[in-house]
């Protein structure tokens, strides 16, 4: 069973910076998808950013230009840079990982319902 551990959230000003991380406990993590959501209270959880296996990479209008995804695969660690940072930000970041093989979309890997391994959440709090 893989299991993902998120780490390096915290509280930041606005225009600040945090970097998190995905670790999978897996030596196929190469062939895994693995993807951003969030979650602010009482709201849905929303689609971040995915790094496919292939290297593509997704985000989100609301992060593009401002988030970074990457992964290192020697690592089985995918990281997400995150700046300059906004209040609107401020969520429980979840990362999420498959290795089922589906058509290479936006539509697809924005859809939670397409990653069947979770981590348990790291707090990203970003002050006015």
């Known amino acids: 069973q893989v299991q993902l551990v998120e780490s390096g959230g915290g509280l930041v000003q606005a225009g600040g910076s945090l970097r998190l991380s995905c670790a999978a406990s897996?030596?196929?993590?190469?062939?895994?998808?693995v993807g951003w959501f969030r979650q602010a209270p009482g709201k849905e959880r929303e689609f971040v950013s995915t790094?496919?296996?292939?290297?593509?990479?997704y985000y989100a209008d609301s992060v593009k230009g401002r988030f970074t995804i990457s992964r290192d695969n020697a690592a089985n660690t995918v990281y997400l840079q995150m700046n300059p940072l906004k209040p609107e930000d401020t969520a429980v970041y979840y990362c999420?990982?498959?290795?089922?093989?589906?058509?290479?979309?936006?539509?697809?890997?924005?859809?939670?319902?397409?990653?069947?391994?979770w981590g348990q959440g790291t707090q990203v709090t970003v002050s006015s």
């Open positions: 897996t030596r196929t993590f190469s062939n895994y998808d």
């Open positions: 999420a990982a498959t290795n089922v093989r589906r058509y290479d979309s936006y539509a697809t890997v924005a859809n939670p319902m397409n990653y069947d391994r």
């Open positions: 790094i496919k296996w292939s290297g593509n990479t």
